[in-house]
């Protein structure tokens, strides 16, 4: 489990675009916390690091939103989705591009073995606790990369 606290919704952004660029074709990054905690927020900045220049907003009725940047970004928020349900999830799971699930926990049995879990938590209404939990090597060694960041440079 590795942590950092962002002290504003730009350190979160910061934060996310920083990881983004570690990341590779077909990756799947998992992202769990309230409702307002920033789920889509730290999707904003996987998106600016991917060179994505289209706004990203919440996926919660559209459930899947593609975007075309270096590599494709495909943002999902399951929040409506029962386990039975499926929306082609696969395609874009085993996809070339990133995938960025919201409450991921809806569709935990489709998840591959390795993924970035990343969990939000509310410390005030400006600072949120990140906490990653890498599953597989690859995400193990990411986090590690990442060890060193700051999220705030005072
Ligand atoms: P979620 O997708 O988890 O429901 P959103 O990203 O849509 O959350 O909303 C998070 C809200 O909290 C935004 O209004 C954002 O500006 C605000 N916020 C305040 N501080 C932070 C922070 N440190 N990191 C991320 N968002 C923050
Ligand atoms: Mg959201």
């Not at 606290?5 to 570690?22: G, H, M, R, V």
């Not at 990203?56 to 349900?85: A, C, Q, W």
């Not at 209404?125 to 700051?150: A, N, W």
């Amino acid at each position: 489990m590795y942590q950092w606290t962002c002290a504003s919704p730009d350190e979160t952004i910061a934060f996310a675009e920083t990881l983004s660029s570690l990341l590779r074709a077909g990756d799947v990054l998992t992202l769990e916390g309230d409702l307002g905690a920033g789920k889509t927020t730290f999707t904003k900045g996987i998106a600016n690091g991917l060179g994505i220049k289209e706004v990203v907003s919440s996926p919660t009725f559209t459930i899947i939103k593609e975007y075309e940047g270096n590599l494709p970004l495909y943002h999902m928020d399951v929040y409506r989705i029962s386990g039975e349900e499926d929306l082609g999830f696969d395609e874009y799971l085993e996809g070339e591009g990133i995938t960025v699930v919201e409450w991921a926990t809806n569709i935990d049995d489709l998840l591959p073995e390795d993924y970035l879990e990343i969990a939000l938590h509310h410390v005030d209404s400006v600072t949120r606790r990140l906490t990653l939990t890498p599953h597989g090597m690859r995400f193990e060694q990411l986090c590690k990369e990442l060890i060193d960041y700051e999220c705030s440079s005072h």
